[in-house]
């Protein structure tokens, strides 16, 4: 098992809860806290590259994930984002010539902040999971399950994601 590459990008994932005002912001992403609280053996090389909302999320800033994810030396990638435009990002991704590379787009409806009842630490496992065993491609991971990036979309009545054949 080689070294997986894992960028942060913000989206609900890494989102705090200010108690006063009831807001949610950025702060620090949770990742290394996760990994340490999975007890994850796994060789990672976590960079966060930005923290946003995916709706504020720009051509340029989905270019920046796309150099990345390309001088990256490892061939299995997980990124978290806000599950609003992954799959606008899995197509950059996907269009982007990224050869041998299995990338896996991932993030949570409720953030980690708010303890057990986030679905985050529950899909960064998955996908972790799925970038070691999958084919090189791009997906989206949520729920336990892996989609193509092509072949899914977000449910916004439900808040799960479905595939679309």
């Known amino acids: 098992m080689g070294l997986i590459q894992v960028f942060v990008t913000g989206g609900t994932f890494d989102k705090e809860y200010n108690f006063i005002n009831g807001e949610l912001y950025f702060k620090n992403t949770h990742l290394n806290q996760m990994f340490e609280t999975g007890r994850c053996t796994l060789e990672l090389d976590t960079k966060t590259l930005m923290m946003i909302d995916s709706l504020e999320m720009t051509d340029e800033d989905r270019q920046i994930i796309l150099h990345n994810c390309k001088k990256s030396k490892a061939k299995d ?19 982007g010539n990224l050869k041998d590379k299995t990338i896996i787009l991932t993030g949570a409806m409720i953030p ?3 303890g057990s009842s986030s679905d985050g630490f529950f899909n960064l496992g998955a996908s972790l999971a799925f970038a070691q065993t999958l084919e090189p491609g791009v997906y989206i991971s949520m729920n336990g399950r892996y989609f193509d990036w ?11 994601f479905e595939s679309l054949v």
């Not at 806000?82 to 799959?87: I, P, Q």
């Not at 092509?150 to 799960?160: A, L, P, S």
């Open 150 to 160: 092509d072949k899914v979309q977000k449910n916004r009545k439900t808040g799960y």
């Open 77 to 95: 990638i997980v990124i978290t984002h806000g599950t609003d435009t992954m799959v606008t990002t899995g197509k950059v991704l996907a269009e």
């Open 112 to 114: 980690h902040a708010f």
